[in-house]
């Protein structure tokens, strides 16, 4: 069982910045691209965010694109999500996954491609 861990969450003002990361124990990250997803509480877990294997193909939902930006250091064997402009409706818990498409794909947003999920980090966006 592929086991990572999401870190980075809390608690910030409308209008700040976090960044999380998902942290692999070996470099087991380089075989797959990876997607960012969250879930409110009531809701149905969203796509986020996806990065390729290489880094190279990045994909956006439209509600953070110019906000957020997702990268990669398979060095470091770590994903990164930088979220700035935080709003209200962004807060929920944080998950990242891994999709052995390596590329990614058009439909990145489907839980449905995703084999290994982390446990999430929550976020929350509050005056």
């Known amino acids: 069982q592929l086991q990572f861990v999401e870190s980075g969450g809390g608690e910030v003002q409308p209008g700040g910045s976090l960044k999380l990361s998902c942290t692999f124990p070996?470099?087991?990250?380089?075989?797959?691209?990876v997607g960012w997803f969250r879930q409110a509480p009531g809701k149905e877990r969203e796509g986020v965010s996806c990065?390729?294997?290489?880094?190279?193909?990045?994909f956006y939902a439209d509600s953070v694109k110019g906000r957020f930006t997702v990268s990669r250091d398979n060095t470091k064997n770590t994903v990164f999500l930088q979220m700035a402009g935080l709003k209200p409706e962004d807060t929920g818990v944080y998950y990242c996954?891994?999709?052995?498409?390596?590329?990614?794909?058009?439909?990145?947003?489907?839980?449905?491609?995703?084999?290994?999920w982390g446990q999430g980090t929550q976020v929350t966006v509050s005056s």
């Open positions: 996954a891994t999709d052995p498409e390596e590329n990614g794909r058009s439909t990145w947003w489907s839980t449905a491609w995703y084999d290994h």
């Open positions: 990065i390729s294997r290489t880094g190279h193909t990045t």
């Open positions: 070996d470099d087991t990250l380089k075989y797959y691209a």
